[in-house]
């Protein structure tokens, strides 16, 4: 089955700590990966996105996230977290043999401890 | 500017009751989609649209109706036949298939 899976549906970290999200997808077909950031009550704004360019994307906001064939793995991460960051995180994946279908992990939520 | 609209932000019904959300872009993409959001459970598809007049149903369809009869709308209407109405549901659009999706602020719909 075609899916990605995020490790940690809650996340805590201290202001100005390093951010680490997890996710794995599951297809040995080459994917389309996303990450995007929901905040309360709206919709899904998407932070970067790859490709099959470089393997190491940069989005807005400070974050980025590495394209690791050999882990299957798209994991997010940010430097140093700011109170702003806290909310809640999807990846996202598609592929060239699905169509227009993405699927989606079930989510982290971030919390950022002042 | 360009985006996807989704409203109303807020929506209201009794039980036993159809009810339409509404979902328009002007970004002229092709593709559409309707997710429902519920807690801990991430965004579950429930219809999506390549092109005008045809549409797909997604992993959760029952209870729910689509039309596609113009580019720039995809109004989804939630039935009677739905057991779990209320959750927040999201539009999104998607230029092709190299592409990310776009998304709506989302309509919650309650139903009681």
């Known amino acids: 089955a075609q899916s990605v899976t995020q490790l940690g549906s809650h996340v805590s970290v201290s202001e100005g700590a390093l951010v680490l999200l997890r996710c794995n997808y599951s297809s040995s077909v080459p994917p389309y990966l996303f990450w995007y950031v929901q905040y309360p009550n709206q919709g899904l704004q998407l932070l970067l996105k790859?490709?099959?360019?470089?393997?190491l994307v940069k989005g807005i906001n400070g974050f980025e996230a590495e394209f690791k064939k050999s882990e299957t793995s798209f994991h997010l991460t940010k430097p140093s977290a700011h109170m702003s960051d806290a909310a809640e995180y999807f990846c996202?994946?598609?592929?060239?043999?699905?169509?227009?279908?993405?699927?989606f992990g079930t989510g982290t939520s971030l919390t950022v401890i002042p | 500017d360009g985006g996807i609209t989704q409203s109303p932000k807020y929506l209201f019904r009794k039980e036993g009751q159809n009810v339409t959300l509404s979902c328009e872009q002007n970004l002229n993409h092709d593709a559409m989609y309707w997710y429902r959001q519920d807690p801990g459970q991430g965004l579950r598809l429930i219809y999506y649209?390549?092109?005008?007049?045809?549409?797909q149903k997604g992993d959760i369809a029952e209870g729910y109706s689509v039309s596609r009869e113009k580019k720039e709308s995809f109004p989804l209407t939630v039935t009677s036949a739905q057991k779990n109405p209320t959750a927040f549901y999201l539009c999104a659009s998607r230029k092709g298939r190299d592409y990310e999706q776009y998304f709506g602020p989302g309509t919650r719909l309650t139903v009681t």
């Open positions: 790859y490709t099959s360019a470089a393997t």
């Open positions: 649209s390549q092109i005008v007049n045809d549409f």
């Open positions: 996202a994946v598609t592929y060239s043999n699905t169509g227009n279908q993405f699927y």
